[in-house]
């Protein structure tokens, strides 16, 4: 391994590498965690799950936290306002037996922040110190958090949270290199990570912001020092990018992804999908994932098309077959 390739560990839990899976809401559920994991990634985190609706067991929540097929490091993501709410939702949690806890501190939209959740947290980091002291002191797997900058840009605030996040027991730090208001544009301000990476030097950083191919990958890791890199719109209809990105740090160049293997990764995709929720949920829920597999692809904006009604696998079947 390249000295920027390499195993990483959060509290108890060894990962074999420092290339993971962000969390994404309507993307990473295990189907897609698990995809993600066969093609090189060390750790995939859930979309995130309300703490709020674990404890009331609800079953659409619940079922985020299912693990994947081969998915021997479950880390599940967890929103929630305070450190009561994340309380009361450990036991519903830990019967999941995840490896990991991940606090979610930078959720942008509305619906989320309003409760006081997300990155509204980011305006009040002392209670995301009792968030994670309170489940560090209830569960005994590493608990680690996922935060912004800041609020804006006059609350740059990555520093104090870290402090307070590392002294409250947490195992990781994962940092969107943005602020809540940047949303998810202009570019990233890796520079930050590297502060960050540069106070912490002791801490297990992770970054994430702006990774939309294994060069990008490979440049974060070589510009911010961090200790991992976090995936996220760069893995959509690209699971390939977790083999491209170890290529390309054991000094190989990365295989071209073919035509046939992108169809082949759709399929397995779908019928994933398919065993998990059902055939015509599949189907739709597909949609989007194919979009961005084809990406790139010329003159696919007709199989695109296609799968905007396609309801069943055959048909699926059929649109794919067009792709030259
Ligand atoms: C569709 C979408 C869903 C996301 N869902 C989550 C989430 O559930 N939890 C979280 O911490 N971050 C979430 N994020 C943020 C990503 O994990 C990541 O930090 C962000 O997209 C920056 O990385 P990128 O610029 O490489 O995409 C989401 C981002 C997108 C685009």
Known sequence: MSSLLHEVSIGNVTLKSNLFLAPLAGYTDKVFRSICLKHGAALAYTEMVSSEGVARD????????????????????LFMPDADTARRSLEGVMAYKPAIIDINCGCPVPKVVKTGAGSALLQNPKTIREIVSTIVRNVDVPVTVKIRTGWDTNSINYLETAELVFDAGASALCMHARTRSQLYMPTAHWELLADLKKHFHENVIIGSGDLFCAEDGVRMLEQTGVDAIAYARGAIGNPFIFEQTRALLEGNVPRPVSVDEKREAIMIHLRGLVD?????????????????????????????????????????????????
Request: with cysteine.
């Open 58 to 77: 609800s079953a659409k929540t619940v079922v985020l936290m299912e693990r994947g097929e081969g998915e021997d490091n479950l880390a599940v993501q």
């Open 276 to 324: 998990f929720m059902g055939e015509t949920t599949a189907c739709r829920e597909m949609r989007k994932h194919v979009c961005a597999y084809l990406k790139g692809i010329p003159n696919s904006a007709k199989v695109r098309q296609a799968v905007t009604t396609a309801l069943t696998v055959q048909e699926y079947e059929g649109a794919l077959s067009q792709l030259k």
